[in-house]
């Protein structure tokens, strides 16, 4: 079994438009890589004991949102998994 130190997980999905110009197709690659992604990779990790996790998202604040909802949505709810993993 493959062993490792610390994983650090910073996704890379951006699409950043408004909510109507935002198409379901791009959003939904967001949420696949941002939050499906993330939880898969956290959960291969808890196989490993006492897994390191690093995550890279913003703190939860609405100033995020403006102009960008779509791909805020993802982001907020990766901050949302690592905040319930304390």
Do not use: D, H
Not at 35 to 56: M, S
Not at 77 to 84: A, D, R, Y
């Amino acid at each position: 079994m493959a062993m490792f130190n610390v994983l650090v997980y910073n996704s890379g999905a951006i699409w950043w438009v408004s909510v109507e110009n935002a198409p379901m197709k791009r959003f939904q690659l967001m949420q696949r890589i941002n939050v499906e992604g993330l939880y898969g990779t956290i959960q291969a990790a808890f196989q490993e004991p006492r897994p390191r996790i690093i995550v890279v998202s913003p703190p939860i604040y609405s100033r995020f949102f403006r102009g960008k909802t779509a791909r805020a949505m993802g982001k907020i709810g990766m901050s949302v998994l690592t905040k319930g993993l304390r």
